[in-house]
């Protein structure tokens, strides 16, 4: 990632070379969330009879979510790796919860992934759909797990993460005095792959001057990851843009911006 300045309605942000990108934010703003996950299951059984890793959903609106359009991946590298499906079988409500199994079984039923949890500790990502691109909604990093425990937030859809000590698949996160706090939710370094880490020379942004588009440049020759975040570090857009020109919507309150890409 190359070090640069942007000119964003008159101030210059230096961007230092990086080797590590922040990726994850603050869960509470999003409607959407990764709330509990196990990657040793040994208690619940699928529609198999199969005790299979899981992750579980969780609805923090007042509104039903229609899961078209999401996805779910353990790699940073391919962030559509495994589409929701929407519909009838797709549909969280409000404070709803909703549990997709890991178990690299497609046939077994739409709700199951098309890749494992590893034990040994991971990421998850959540992402979505939109006209400008991919978003990245969501994201956690997992501890290793075992069978009698599993990770996820307390309460639901806070931001402090715990090894629970009481799985709780499908409904609210329980309190235990045996739970353990890891850490709270906030912009967190994940490693990049090395062609992430190649500079990129041919890109140009700039933000209208009433702060309601970012317009960017891509002479890049190829498709390029752009992140922007807040002045105190939260990451508030992410797109994957072609090679051309685009224009991404800002939302008040995001000024001033900071900006990466690769």
């Not at 990726?23 to 299951?41: F, G, P, V």
């Not at 079984?105 to 739409?110: A, Q």
């Not at 000590?165 to 329980?174: A, Q, T, W």
Request: overall charge neutral; hydrophobic content about 40%.
């Amino acid at each position: 990632m190359q070090a640069a300045i942007f000119p964003i309605n008159g101030f210059k942000w230096p961007l230092v070379a990086l080797s590590l990108l922040m990726l994850s934010i603050t869960a509470s703003a999003q409607k959407l969330i990764i709330n509990e996950l196990s990657a040793s299951n040994s208690t619940f059984a699928d529609e198999a009879f199969k005790t299979e890793d899981w992750v579980e959903l969780y609805n923090s609106s007042l509104a039903p979510i229609d899961l078209s359009g999401y996805y779910l991946s353990n790699t940073l590298t391919n962030l559509t790796l495994f589409p929701l499906t929407g519909g009838q079988d797709g549909n969280v409500a409000p404070n709803g919860h909703y549990v997709i199994w890991c178990s690299k079984e497609s046939l077994r039923g739409p709700n199951h992934a098309t890749f494992k949890l590893p034990k040994e500790g991971g990421q998850l990502f959540l992402s979505k759909q939109e006209a400008s691109g991919i978003v990245l909604l969501d994201s956690l990093t997992y501890p290793p797990a075992d069978e009698r425990t599993t990770f996820g937030r307390l309460p639901d859809g806070a931001d402090e993460l715990y090894v629970l000590n009481n799985p709780s698949i499908g409904v609210r996160n329980l309190p235990s005095s045996y739970n353990k706090r890891l850490y709270t939710q906030q912009p967190t370094l994940v490693g990049l792959t090395p062609l992430a880490r190649q500079k990129v020379t041919s890109v140009e942004t700039f933000v209208t001057p009433d702060l309601s588009h970012l317009h960017v440049i891509n002479n890049a020759g190829r498709s390029i990851n752009l992140y922007a975040y807040t002045a105190d570090g939260r990451l508030v857009l992410h797109r994957i843009l072609p090679e051309g020109q685009h224009v991404l919507n800002l939302k008040q309150g995001w000024h001033p911006l900071k900006i990466c890409y690769f």
